[in-house]
């Protein structure tokens, strides 16, 4: 599992058939203090997530397939969750209501 902040989404013209009426995001993985690590991922959404949200990863096929509910399924990483907040050492290093985009 791991953070990331959703920075676009995906639209394919291949059809495969297990990601039919699935949502595709392109993902910036983030460490708990939101600076960028590792490359940028797609993943199939589950969390109704949109561009500019923090959320929590699965990346393992077999999770992932479970999530789907497809075992054939040909996918790895999946979003199962938008972050409210996170705290490290007892600290508040991200709030999602204090995000810009929670600003109306």
């Known amino acids: 599992m791991f953070l990331a902040d959703v920075v676009g989404t995906v639209v394919s013209p291949v059809q495969i058939p297990a990601l039919d009426r699935e949502k595709l995001l392109l993902l910036r ?4 203090d939101g600076k960028a690590v590792g490359r940028t991922r ?3 959404d589950r969390a109704q997530a949109g561009v ?3 959320v ?3 990346d393992e096929g077999n999770s992932a397939r479970q999530i789907l ?5 040909p996918v790895k990483t ?3 969750g938008i972050v409210d907040y996170v705290e490290k050492n007892g600290a508040t290093v ?4 204090r995000s810009p985009r929670a600003q109306p």
């Open 69 to 73: 509910g497809n075992p054939k399924a």
């Open 52 to 54: 500019g949200d923090r």
């Open 42 to 44: 797609i993943a199939v």
């Open 78 to 80: 999946v979003v199962v």
């Open 94 to 97: 991200y709030d999602h209501q």
């Open 56 to 58: 929590i990863v699965i």
């Open 29 to 32: 993985p983030i460490g708990p």
